[in-house]
């Protein structure tokens, strides 16, 4: 039996959106992050986020800024119980480096994850606040897909939701 993800993206999901977070002190956990994280974990499922981080490739920030706040993050989320297994970036934006095979819409950092710890695609969840987070998890194989907004009536998403407390 392979292992299945919840995969996550970060800005507006795990975290309150704010344009180009790369601070700790401006970071704020979305309401119900950590028992969604939580509820999957004890499922089995590892918890992995996949970001868009195109701040990095803009100058806005580095790529240590990005790490110093992974870091913590992941030892934030383990003070709550919850193991963050990974944090895949891709730190491009096309209008500057070209199209790359990592920034979602592309499913790059998916099927990184999939080699890396042996996914199920097909058994794995993604939670995500935008069509082009649904897009590249569909493009991966993974099998559920849930947009978090409270704008879109239609999405290529299994559900739209518009607080993670649905979820619960």
């Known amino acids: 039996m392979s292992q299945k993800a919840l995969f996550l993206d970060r800005d507006g999901v795990v975290n309150i959106e704010k344009n ?29 986020i996949v970001t868009n981080q195109s701040g990095i490739s803009r100058g806005y920030y580095t ?12 030892k934030h989320f383990k003070e709550f119980g919850i193991t963050i297994t990974h944090i895949y970036h891709c730190p491009h934006h096309e209008s500057i480096d070209g199209v790359c095979e990592c920034r979602k819409p592309e499913p790059g950092m998916f ?11 097909a ?17 991966a194989g993974v099998g559920t897909n849930i947009l978090l907004s409270s704008e879109e009536s239609s999405s290529k998403a299994n559900k739209i939701i518009h607080s993670l407390r649905e979820l619960l």
């Open 111 to 121: 099927l990184s994850a999939q080699q890396e710890y042996g996914l199920d695609m």
């Open 123 to 139: 058994s794995s969840v993604m939670i995500g606040d935008n069509e082009r987070d649904i897009e590249a998890a569909l493009k």
């Open 20 to 48: 180009y977070l790369h601070k700790i002190e401006d970071f704020e956990l979305m309401t119900g992050i950590v028992d969604v994280c939580r509820m999957y974990q004890e499922q089995g499922y590892l918890i992995i």
């Open 63 to 74: 790529e240590e800024d990005f790490a110093h706040l992974s870091r913590w993050m992941i």
